[in-house]
């Protein structure tokens, strides 16, 4: 609405349609909607709000969303959306397929039943909960099948890559799509007969949603299934669709009071304005629901710190445009995180394939690295500013990681865990061998909210406790800090929606852990949390995120040379910090579960224990291993040795100085042309560049190595300094301790390439 053309258009609105309010109002960006839906009012008057979502339990205050000043009309269908639901555990592969697919024969298997499913059906839409998982699927079929009938569709591909396979899917030259959230609302993409779901949904909203996708029409019947990985997985899915059938769904949550929000408004209002009264914007914003019970003074406190950092003036009662806020309006037009993004560019066709985030390209991504995107593997070949210039190769590879990719698990699920716990159930749903292994998993000892389990073992503290993602988190948070406190040393945490993990520097006894717990102030729960949230692993991305929409650091800059420490340390004091900590825990904790669930524990409901039991360990091997790493088998060993064998080498003779390339699987002789000499030394492309320039006595040392190293091994050294990262000394080393076979061989040049890939950065 900063456009004056588009000012005049917008008078004569008469209706609004807010589709999927729900996923509007839980996120600043429903908070930025909520504000220009106030502004529209000024300019249009008075007109009709319609909000659509099929997945809200709290409709109450998602009317108030909507329309915060006129009494809003609930209508619910009388006809329920009819659903089929299935959850199951698939049969493990055969080891052959399970070697092809380069993985476990259960993860294969379960690779293997969405296949099948896919191939009984017109179109299937199959979910995963991230994006990584999608490439990691979409390969693996393609190691196993030559040209599986699957699309993968997520955020991270091109608009152009995307709306490919959405056309695709539609007019059925494909018949599936793997994808993430990115297809859960909205976009038509045809005739759906099924929805596959890979691994728990982790949300009942979003089961819903996915499996709505389905026969995406109120008659019709929308039919889906559950593939699960582990016991842990088909639990949580088993008790999300259990809560489903029966009507429970969860409240969306609406954050309140943003005012990374506020100070985004301000300076979006001064683009179009230049100036403006501040008590008639005060008016404007706090006419929206999410901003109802904003104090004037934490929205002076903004203008305030916008003053301080020069993009306004303060005058009186107006404020005044200072800084050119043009930059800032296309960089923050949206209040979704701005993060930077590299644009993958395929060199053969020069088409943008996708993007990988910031983090994932600083520590994996260099020249002749290896990845999936769009379910083929990529050799990169330069880095150029923003630009990754990638061409396909024919190698196994791992997926990247892409940020902001957990789903939460909230307490709705999690508490349902734990009745189906206390009743042992085995819903009708489930496949056979799914019923079997629920059956085997009950029969360990498991907290349930009635009863939490403390191990205790050395150094290591597992409790099991059932409070969800955001409730756990906030509990591991409290406990670390305090732990931190006694202990004087830092402590190690991780968590799940059913267990918490501490190491500490010393030996410590479950009751101690237990007497931390009970003894916990539930009146200074806030207190706890902000003493100890700076501390907290997901507090840089939050500052970033607020630091940005504050227009204190830009979309531009690169994040590995801000001094973090520094910024935060000089902005302590300040609503950048304080809307910090309001995030972060609106973001990923929940203080209200954790307040009613420690007023209503005593010392009865615990068990304490002195080792780790086996279901805890289990909980621990799932939650550390969200990846299925690619097994070093017989072909991707064969794979490996092919991609080396084809790498272009430079004999040089250190004798007369001759050069020749020459890939390795055609080197039939060793010896210089010119000079005859048999002591050559072979030149990877990745140290071509170092011996491009004249040659000093250090460089010269090491070619004499690397020639003796081709001397004595022959082609074997050469295909060895071919590996990404092995040089004359670590082939050496590698070359010096016998080997079985070559397969050993090429399972230790694996090795060394991860080795190199992981430590590269700090070199």
Known sequence: MMGKRLREHIKNIKYVIVDEVHEMAQNERGSQFAIAMERLKVLAGNFQVIGLSATARNEDELALFISPSIECRILKPVIDKKMDIQVMLPPVSDEETAEIMACDNQYAGSIMKIHSIVEENKGTIVFVNRRYVAEDISFRLRLWLKNPDIEVHHGSLSKETRE???????????????????????????????????????????????????????????????????????????????????????????????????????????????????????????????????????????????????????????????????????????????????????????????????????????????????????????????????????????????????????????????RDRENKAIPEFLNDRGKKALEEWYKNDMATLNKIIIEAHNAEIIIQILLGSLGNFTLAQILSGLLTSITGESVEMDYSPYHIYMRVSRNILAEDVKNLILNIDINNLDGYVKSSARRSRFFNNVFLYEARKFGIITNEADITRIRFEKIVDSYYDTVVYEDSIRKLIFDYMDINVLREYLTNINDSNFILKNKISDSSNIFLSHYSERMMPLKPTKTILESIRKRLMNEEVILYCTSCGNKRTRKIKDIDEIKCPICHSRLVASISKFDEESFSKKIDEKARKRLIKNAHLVREHGITAIMVMAARGVGPEIASRILEVSYLNEDDLIRRLLNAETDFAKNRQYW
């Open 164 to 418: 490919t396979a959405e056309m695709d899917f539609k007019e059925n030259r494909v018949k599936a799509l793997i994808c993430t959230s990115s297809l859960e609302l909205g976009i038509d993409v045809g005739s759906a007969d099924m929805v596959v779901q890979f691994n728990s949904p982790r949300q009942i909203n979003k089961m819903i949603q996915r499996i709505g996708r389905a026969g995406h029409s109120l008659e019709k019947l929308s039919r889906g299934i559950v593939i699960c990985n582990d016991v842990i997985e088909l639990e949580e899915a088993k008790a999300i669709v259990g809560n489903i059938k029966s009507g429970e769904l969860e409240n969306v949550m609406i954050r309140k009071n943003s005012l990374s929000t506020v100070a985004n408004q301000v300076m979006l209002e001064l683009n179009y304005s230049r100036k403006v009264d501040y008590n008639y914007l005060y008016r404007i914003i706090t006419g929206a629901y999410p901003f109802k019970t904003l104090q004037f003074d934490d929205y002076y406190s903004v203008l305030e710190l916008l003053s301080r950092t020069k993009k306004i003036i303060i005058d009186g009662n107006f404020i005044i445009k200072r800084y050119p806020i043009l930059k800032y309006f296309i960089e923050n037009i949206s209040m979704i995180a701005g993060e930077k993004n590299y644009r993958v560019i395929d060199v053969i066709n020069k088409k943008f394939i996708g993007t990988l985030d910031e983090k994932y390209v600083i520590n994996e991504i260099s020249p002749g690295s290896y990845f999936v995107i769009k379910g083929t593997t990529w050799r990169t070949i330069r880095i150029d500013d923003d630009k990754i210039y990638v061409e396909p190769f024919s190698t196994a590879a791992i997926a990247p990681h892409w940020t902001g990719e957990e789903i939460p698990v909230l307490y709705e699920a999690a508490s349902r865990v734990s």
